[in-house]
Every structure is written in structure tokens, then in C-alpha cells.
């Protein structure tokens, strides 16, 4: 069964930069039929895409972001990273790794989601 | 300001039915690209619920069932029971931003 745990500081100070990894288990990243995103959950509020990348390394990023973040993966570690630069508290929210099942575009495993906070 | 817009809450009695409307455009859903629907329960993360705009994966309830017409869709739950409260996501593709879009999110309140 497949399996996805993000992890990272839940406490990132303004300015900073935002880094988690989520570890895949119980299925190979490089597996063609998927994509690998990110996405967040400020409290009280709903979902927004952050970004995605596929085992190759090819990126896309939501472009309200795009300046500010890079997702990178790494087959050997199953594993994909996000950094999100110059936070502020507006990128204090849940974040979810998740798998993108490419045939349908949806969201069809993620993560159990971690709480960054930017605050000094 | 979500790409996908639905109503920020619904409530129903149990027993009852209700429906939660995800309107987008001409760039996402009214381009042809499936809609999909997520069950979000109190601090845990979302999972898939609908899927293909009107197919549930295996272990949903057939109680729920989703709808698509042009720019919009639509999930349904009937009988609605007191474990059905949650809040509801919609999501598509958006060919625009070259990415994944939500709604903004419908809490349904179970009366």
C-alpha cells in the first residue's frame, strides 16, 4: 500500500526558506503513470496547488508561486523536496505531498500533511 | 480567490439529499477536463471521493455521485448521515496555468 510521509522544521522564521521532503513507500517514484506535487492548507482555508514533478525531474508550478519555489526529486531516495523561499506569514499552512495519477489529473494518495508556521 | 468556485457551506437534515455546485471555465472544466471531487474530515487530509466527474473509487458509498454540464459540476449525497460531515473540494485542470485548481471548499453541516 502505498504510503507518503512529508517532514521538515514546523517552525520556519520570515525571510527564510521552507524546506520539507516527502518519502514515498510501498511504490517506486519512477513509475510512469505519475506525477509528484505539493499542496497547501492555510488554517481555516482550503486547498491550493503548489507545484509537481515528475521522476524525470520535469517541473511545473503554480504560478502565483513559481518565483519563489523548486521541487526536486530523488529516484534513489524515492523521494521529492519542496523550498519555498522568502516566507512570510502568509505560507504558514498545512503542507500535503501527494501522488498525481497523470491519466485523470487527480490527487489519488497524499501524505498526512505537516504544520509549518513562519513566525521570529 | 479560488480558479473553481463552490458555495462555502451546505447543511441537510438525515436522511435528506443535497447537492454542492463547483462552477470553473472555459480554461478548466468547460475545456473538456474531468472534475473530481475530495472528502476532507477534521484534521485529516483530503481523499478522493469522486473521480472522472461521476465514478467512485472502490469503498465509497454509492450515496455519493458527481455530475459535469459545461463549465460546471456537481457532487450529490444522499441520505446524508451524520458521519457525512466534512468539508468538500472539487478539482480539475486548468490548461491556462498549466496546473492543478480547487474550489474553494463547501463545509456540509449535518443537521
Known amino acids: 500500500q502505498l504510503q507518503l510521509q512529508e517532514s521538515g522544521p514546523g517552525l520556519v522564521k520570515p525571510s527564510e526558506t521552507l524546506s520539507l521532503t516527502c518519502t514515498v513507500s510501498?511504490?517506486?517514484?519512477?513509475?510512469?503513470?505519475?506525477?509528484w506535487g505539493w499542496i497547501r492548507q492555510p488554517p481555516g482555508k482550503g486547498l491550493e496547488w503548489i507545484g509537481s514533478?515528475?521522476?524525470?525531474?520535469?517541473?511545473n508550478y503554480n504560478p502565483s508561486l513559481k518565483s519563489r519555489v523548486t521541487i526536486s526529486v530523488d529516484t534513489t531516495k524515492n523521494q521529492f523536496s519542496l523550498k519555498l523561499s522568502s516566507v512570510t506569514a502568509a505560507d504558514t499552512a498545512v503542507y500535503y505531498c501527494?501522488?498525481?495519477?497523470?491519466?485523470?489529473?487527480?490527487?489519488?494518495?497524499w501524505g498526512q500533511g505537516t504544520l509549518v508556521t513562519v513566525s521570529s | 480567490q479560488s480558479v473553481l468556485t463552490q458555495p462555502p457551506s451546505v447543511s441537510g437534515a438525515p436522511g435528506q439529499r443535497v447537492t454542492i455546485s463547483c462552477t470553473g471555465g472555459n480554461s478548466n472544466i468547460g475545456a473538456g477536463y474531468d472534475v473530481h471531487w475530495y472528502q476532507q474530515l477534521p484534521g485529516t487530509a483530503p481523499k478522493l471521493l469522486i473521480y472522472?466527474?461521476?465514478n467512485r473509487p472502490s469503498g465509497v458509498p454509492d450515496r455519493f455521485s458527481g455530475s459535469k454540464s459545461g463549465t460546471s459540476a456537481s457532487l450529490a449525497i444522499t441520505g446524508l448521515q451524520a458521519e457525512d460531515e466534512a468539508d468538500y473540494y472539487c478539482q480539475s485542470y486548468d490548461s491556462s496555468l498549466s496546473g492543478w485548481v480547487f474550489g474553494g471548499g463547501t463545509k456540509l453541516t449535518v443537521l
Open positions: 510501498g511504490g517506486s517514484i519512477s513509475s510512469s503513470s505519475y506525477y
Open positions: 514533478i515528475y521522476y524525470s525531474g520535469s517541473t
Open positions: 472522472g466527474n461521476n
Open positions: 501527494a501522488r498525481i495519477w497523470f491519466g485523470e489529473l487527480l490527487f489519488d494518495s
